[in-house]
């Protein structure tokens, strides 16, 4: 079985928003779950939550061995070829946007346009390098 990572976005003691690796889930009612979390700053810590307080991971991971969340403002590089044989290089494109779910894919949103993150798209040597996410830019949109 496949391991399933989240992150919680909560506000810790300190009064500071952030991410934190979650430990545990207990599911409480439909609409909240008591999360176990690791805050670097306090320990562990347990709160009743609602269920969009959590952010699962994509099950990507960048160019360093990094986990992809949903939100996460990544950087992919992606070599582009001069004929389907792959065997000469002809340049690089570089786009940055946030990574998300449209239906049932992830894509790359930028600009109003959503560049599918298929497996096939996203193998080496094409990199995708994680560079924030939209908690820390100050982006936090409601759904």
């Known amino acids: ?6 992150k919680v976005l909560t506000t810790s003691f300190d009064g500071n928003t952030g991410l934190f690796p979650v430990i545990a889930l207990h599911f409480h009612d439909e609409d909240s779950i008591m999360i176990t979390y690791d805050d670097p700053g306090y320990g562990i810590n347990k709160e009743l939550l609602d269920k969009g307080s959590l952010i699962p991971s994509t099950g990507l991971k960048d160019k360093y061995g990094k986990d992809i969340y949903l939100g996460d403002k990544v950087r992919w590089t992606k070599l582009q070829y001069t004929d389907c044989s ?3 290089v002809e340049g690089t494109e570089i786009t940055e946007g946030i990574v998300d779910w449209m239906d049932t894919t992830l894509v790359l949103k930028k600009d109003g346009h959503a560049f599918f993150l298929w497996p096939t ?3 080496e040597p094409n990199e995708l390098e994680n560079i924030g996410n939209i908690y820390d830019l100050g982006q936090i949109q409601t759904k």
Do not use: H, V, W
């Open 1 to 6: 079985m496949k391991n399933i990572k989240y």
């Open 86 to 88: 792959r065997m000469e």
């Open 121 to 123: 798209a996203i193998d």
